[in-house]
């Protein structure tokens, strides 16, 4: 399955981690995934996907979430 997306790259990503968590909140949950660039580069990076629990559950996230 190919999903388009934009790709951000930063030398200075690992230093500010923590902030999109922060940023995002329980409500989505971290994930790290392969991907392939059009000029065939292969690497890995996160996206954000709802957290699907805290969804069905009233926004309350008694479940321990897990990142990657």
Do not use: H, W
């Not at 200075?12 to 968590?21: F, I, L």
């Not at 392969?34 to 699907?52: C, M, S």
């Amino acid at each position: 399955m190919t999903i388009p997306l934009y790709i951000l790259f930063s030398n200075e990503m690992t230093e500010y981690r923590s902030y999109p968590d922060e940023f995002e909140g329980t409500g989505y949950l971290r994930i790290l995934l392969p991907f392939k660039l059009e000029n065939g580069e292969i690497g890995a990076g996160n996206i954000y996907a709802l957290n699907q629990y805290e969804a069905e559950n009233g926004g309350i996230a008694e479940k321990p979430l897990e990142c990657v």
